[in-house]
């Protein structure tokens, strides 16, 4: 699959020539060689006795019948169902897939992936035309010791081989068709190596993190820096596009703080009405939530806030009926504080916590929109003076990411120039001038178009002291918004 290019129409002389740079790195790439593609298949393993749930948070998908309808005969837990996985745990999988090697089908590659069905390579694996290679890989999921069973399959696609000259024809003009794949393999490269280099949170083609620059946005909210990259190519050779990125995402906290900061209270409240319970529903639904109240660490999906409280949840425990409150005195000595509060449903299963033994996970972007005074604070404290903008982008390239010593960036041959492009070919455009005064003449629209005034702009600003500003108004519309009492006084 390939784009067509199209031809700059021509070039600009308006303006003052200067000389600025770009947030853009060129990239070399291998003249010759060509890197391999593979398609990657991932299921989620199911024991027969194994009722089915969600993956990561998320269904299943169910399997459908040849009419396209959900079987009727198929019971639950009698097959393996797919389910949809999330990329991290797909990560996990793959890394882990990619560390036992089974049958050393590698050959000593160290292919990337891109979280979803790519794999790339520098070399052919040791898998025949048409065959695959899969392997059971079992992944550790909580503290707890709860683990998942994920099959892996690595098949090649078709075609296998990518040849990097399709790139370099595009740069010396040979052909205008750019090759999406191969910018698809050399973003893959630097998302791969974006995600070494420490505890970064991948969002489309951004990385975020948390140090000590985040900044609080109230509402449980606070924002974290980061960085943009995308692969692009330019008029000059294919580029890096580096930029400093910043977003939002939900603090660490107690559930308890997190419901006082949404509802803007001081001190946390022994019971919500409805109105309260919806408003904090609306926020705390699927963010996924931590609990140690068993003795481990667990990471659930939050399905809803219910309308109950742990003293009128009740469910069936030995045959009797036994409140929320009652059974965490009983099984875990908790003798909750906030019995009054709602409780928070978790998972597909309609499991009921109360929220004093949640704590908010860390690591969740905010995918709601941001209230206005959120959006101010994020705009003035983001935005900085270009040459500041510039030093840290030159940062990210040199420190963070450090891309001279990236093994994935060395094993597919690629580097990155140290500096960014300078364009030494650029314009400032001159201000655009105001016609002022009164017209001479008007055509049959009423438009002006000779002026007895021109005004030029001054130090970027236009005055109109001593100047006249003409228009004609054709027409106009009048409403009126009276109350009745008005229009009965004849106001």
């Not at 793959?94 to 089908?105: E, H, K, S, V, Y």
Request: hydrophobic share 35%; charged share 30%; with cysteine.
């Amino acid at each position: 699959m390939a784009l067509v290019s199209k031809n700059r129409p021509g070039w600009g002389t308006l303006g003052r020539p200067i000389k600025i740079y770009a947030n853009h790195f060129i990239i070399e790439v291998p003249k010759q060689g060509s890197f391999y593609h593979y398609d990657v298949e991932m299921e989620i393993l199911r024991d027969k006795s194994e009722p089915e749930g969600d993956v990561d948070g998320k269904k299943p998908a169910k399997t459908p019948a040849p009419s396209g309808k959900p079987d009727p005969k198929l019971k639950r837990g009698a097959e393996r169902t797919p389910g949809r996985i999330s990329k991290e745990l797909k990560r996990k999988a793959m890394r882990a897939f990619l560390d036992a090697n089974p049958g050393g089908f590698l050959n000593g590659n160290r292919p990337v992936f891109d979280g979803e069905k790519n794999l790339y390579a520098m070399k052919t694996f040791k898998i025949a035309d048409g065959d695959s290679k899969s392997a059971e890989i079992v992944i550790p999921r909580d503290a707890d010791g709860s683990e998942t069973r994920v099959r892996v399959t690595v098949k090649p696609c078709k075609p296998l081989t990518t040849s990097w000259s399709a790139l370099h024809d595009v740069i010396d003009k040979k052909t205008k068709e750019v090759p999406i794949e191969v910018f698809q393999c050399i973003n893959t490269v630097f998302r791969e190596a974006a995600l070494a280099t420490g505890n970064k949170i991948a969002a489309g083609r951004s990385f975020f993190w948390r140090d000590n620059t985040a900044m609080s946005l109230g509402g449980g909210r606070e924002a974290w820096p980061g960085f943009y990259s995308s692969a692009r190519p330019c008029q000059w050779k294919i580029t890096l596009n580096l930029d400093v990125a910043n977003t939002a995402f939900y603090e660490k906290q107690h559930v308890l703080d997190f419901l006082c900061k949404v509802l803007n209270m001081r001190q946390c409240p022994t019971q919500l009405n409805d109105t309260q319970r919806r408003l904090f529903e609306k926020e705390l639904r699927t963010l996924k939530v931590e609990v140690k109240h068993s003795g481990g660490l667990r990471r659930v999906r939050v399905a809803a806030v219910s309308k109950n409280s742990a003293k009128t949840q009740k469910f069936e425990q030995d045959g009797k009926q036994i409140t929320v409150a009652d059974y965490f005195k009983k099984q875990y000595k908790i003798v909750l504080k906030y019995p009054d509060l709602p409780l928070v449903e978790v998972g597909t299963k309609k499991n009921f916590l109360p929220m004093e033994i949640c704590e908010v996970a860390a690591g969740q972007k905010v995918m709601k929109k941001l209230t206005e005074e959120q959006t101010a604070i994020m705009v003035k404290n983001c935005a900085k003076p270009a040459p500041e903008r510039q030093a840290r982008v030159q940062k990210i390239r040199d420190e963070i990411m450090n891309y001279d010593t990236s093994g994935a960036l060395k094993e597919f041959g690629i580097t990155v120039d140290k500096r960014m492009k300078m364009i030494d070919n650029a314009r400032v455009l001159p201000m655009p001038v105001m016609g002022m005064g009164h017209a001479t003449k008007n055509d049959a629209k009423g438009i002006a178009p000779e002026v007895q005034e021109v005004s030029r702009p001054l130090n970027g600003f236009v005055s109109i002291r001593f100047n006249s500003i003409h228009s004609i108004c054709f027409s106009f519309s009048l409403y009126a918004f009276l109350t009745d009492q008005r229009q009965d006084n004849g106001r």
